[in-house]
């Protein structure tokens, strides 16, 4: 598949891959323009869930907005101009099985009010990719 081949970041092997698109002729305009992104950001992890729910493995690759990844995958589908590409999602059925886990970290969690004094570590940022 072309896509495995030109991007890097993308090399799995899974039978089907989804790419999650904005089509800016369907956005909202002004300021709401950008909201797209949440919009697909959630169909995407609703995606996930349900694919979770029925047995399958899946993995987000993140498109937007680094300006080569998306001119890529633009490339490879034929997407016109005014066609967004946000992610890749992989599907499959994975040969591994994981214990759920959880990055939650109540040291990050604020109530009322966000205080800009307290420091976080950064030794436990999530690793983007595994290639
Ligand atoms: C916005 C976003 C972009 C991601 N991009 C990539 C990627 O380019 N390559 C990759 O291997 N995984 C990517 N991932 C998957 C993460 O590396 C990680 O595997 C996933 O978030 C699950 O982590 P967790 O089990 O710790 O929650 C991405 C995830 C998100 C949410």
Redesign the pocket.
């Known amino acids: 598949m072309d896509i495995r081949e030109k991007l890097i970041?993308a090399r799995y092997k899974a039978p089907v891959a989804i790419v999650v698109c904005g089509n800016m002729k369907l956005a909202l305009k002004g300021k709401d323009k950008d909201l797209w992104i949440e919009d697909c950001s959630a169909a995407t992890e609703n995606m996930l869930i349900a694919a979770t729910d029925l047995g399958l493995g899946s993995?987000?690759?993140?498109i937007y907005p680094v300006e080569s990844r998306i001119n890529a995958i633009k490339k490879i589908l034929n997407i016109p101009d005014y066609v967004i590409p946000l992610?890749l999602v992989y599907f499959g059925y994975p040969n591994e099985e994981k214990e759920g886990?959880t990055?939650f970290d109540e040291k990050r969690v604020y109530w009322q009010s966000y205080n800009p004094e307290r420091k976080h570590k950064t030794k436990d940022k999530?690793?983007?990719?595994?290639?």
């Open positions: 970041f993995l987000w690759v993140g992610n886990r990055r999530p690793v983007i990719g595994h290639y």
